[in-house]
């Protein structure tokens, strides 16, 4: 009996040979993808996690460092000095939270919303050439990331 595509197991990694690997697919893409923002981001003034950062605060505003750093898998150690450049170049406004002054408060400025009216990333969608399995890609990516880090829920305090 033969196996349909949807239920046959993968074969087994072979060392030495890149193509092979998933993460290394991912990984290379992720790279591949910040070549592609540099030169838009470039005459923009950003770096692609400001603009990140920009992008998971447009969809709402006063959110906390903590809630963006969840949204984005950043650390608020490394938020913060994405977040203070974006408040020095005026495109974010940080303050604290009148009913808890240890939450920082983070939103768009208008010229922050205006700067991404311009939707940045538009050219990358086509540079994919994935045409209408752009979005197919898409979401199976994000059920790649979320069943990793649902696998690996617990496994953050173990040793190596």
Do not use: H, W
Request: proline content about 4%.
């Amino acid at each position: 009996m033969t196996r349909s595509p949807k239920t046959q197991k993968p074969a087994p990694v072979k060392e030495g040979n890149l193509s092979n690997f998933l993460c290394f697919a991912v990984y290379s893409a992720n790279l591949a993808f910040g070549r592609a923002y540099k030169p838009i981001l470039d005459a923009a003034g950003l770096t692609y996690t400001q603009y990140i950062a920009m992008v998971g605060l447009s969809d709402s505003n006063e959110q906390t460092v903590s809630e963006l750093g969840e949204k984005l898998f950043l650390e608020s150690n490394t938020l913060t000095p994405i977040l203070k450049k974006l408040e020095q170049t005026g495109y974010i406004s940080r303050t604290r939270d009148p009913a808890d002054e240890r939450k920082v408060k983070v939103s768009l400025t208008a010229a922050g919303r205006r700067l991404l009216k311009n939707d940045l990333g538009r050219t990358l969608v086509e540079a994919c050439g994935l045409g209408d399995e752009f979005f197919v890609v898409q979401k199976n990516v994000v059920r790649l990331r979320d069943n990793l880090l649902r696998n690996t829920k617990g496994n953050e305090d173990e040793k190596l």
